[in-house]
């Protein structure tokens, strides 16, 4: 763990974080280390804006020094050794959420990992994935959030998902900042993951891949 970047991303500067960054890659870091400190720099901030020291501005920032972070660790990200497509994953953050940095880095790793991924976007209402489960008939579905709001918006996707008589034929999978294998029986999905490489591992094991 490089405590020197996680401090940079939670103080907010920006320029030595990037830097650092790329210094950690070409010395040959191992990438999802790098979005572990991430993660840690993200509680960090998210604690700050709880307690109100920080603001929106700050959550905005953190979002997007995030998001060049994962620009610059993709091309590692995607070094694995390539591909036969495995199956079928559908994948939105709920609605009423619009974090979606989690759910992204998700998406490229099952994409880069031999999945066909639908992603739709954010604040994804629960109709619209039992329309996307219908027309792109998915092997798994992964529903991300960040909010505790989400919560219950997971439990209605998979209730909607339910009442379609499409539940048989999908395996659900929940992640995202806040949720745990409680929230996960709450909303009636079969299992959570915690981060990008556990949702790979998830769908590798029921498409069995
Ligand atoms: C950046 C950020 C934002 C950015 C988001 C930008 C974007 N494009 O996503 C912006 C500024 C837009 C934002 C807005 C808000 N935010 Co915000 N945000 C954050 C912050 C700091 C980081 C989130 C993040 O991107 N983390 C980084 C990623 C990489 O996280 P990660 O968890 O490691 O991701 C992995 C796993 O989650 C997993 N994963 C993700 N999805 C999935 C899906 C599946 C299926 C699986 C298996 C795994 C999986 O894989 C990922 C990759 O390895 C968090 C704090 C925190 N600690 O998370 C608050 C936080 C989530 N936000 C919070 C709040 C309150 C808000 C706002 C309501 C603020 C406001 N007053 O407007 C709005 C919400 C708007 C809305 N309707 O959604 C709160 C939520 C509190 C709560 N209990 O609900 C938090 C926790 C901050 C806090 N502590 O108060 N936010």
Redesign the pocket.
């Known amino acids: 763990m490089s405590k020197k970047l996680v401090n940079a991303i939670a103080d907010m500067r920006e320029e030595e974080a990037l830097k650092l960054v790329k210094e950690m890659i070409e010395g040959d870091s191992d990438p999802m280390a790098i979005?572990d400190d991430?993660?840690e720099a993200?509680?960090i901030?998210?604690?700050r804006?709880?307690e109100g020291s920080y603001f929106?501005p700050e959550?905005?920032l953190?979002?997007e020094m995030?998001?060049q972070i994962t620009d610059i660790l993709k091309p590692k990200l995607a070094k694995l050794p390539e591909v036969k497509r495995h199956g079928k994953v559908l994948?939105g953050t709920v609605e009423?959420?619009?974090?979606?940095?989690?759910?992204n880095?998700?998406t490229f790793m099952l994409d880069v990992n031999g999945f066909d991924v639908l992603d739709l976007g954010v604040?994804v209402p629960p109709q619209k994935f039992v329309e996307a489960v219908e027309d792109f008939q998915p092997q798994v579905i992964?529903?991300?959030g960040?909010?505790?709001?989400a919560f219950d918006t997971m439990k209605e996707t998979v209730e909607a998902i339910q009442a379609a008589g499409l539940r048989d034929q999908v395996k659900i999978?929940?992640?995202?900042?806040?949720?745990d294998d409680q929230v996960r029986a709450h909303t009636g999905a079969d299992a959570?993951?915690?981060?990008?490489?556990?949702?790979v591992k998830?769908a590798k094991d029921w498409i069995g891949a």
Do not use: C, P, W
Not at 146 to 149: D, I, K, N, V
């Open positions: 979005l991430a993660r993200m509680d901030v998210g604690k804006y709880e929106l959550l905005i953190a979002g995030l998001n994948i009423g959420d619009i974090h979606d940095i989690g759910k880095i998700v604040d992964g529903l991300s960040f909010l505790t709001l999978m929940v992640g995202g900042g806040q949720m959570y993951g915690r981060d990008a490489m556990a949702a998830l």
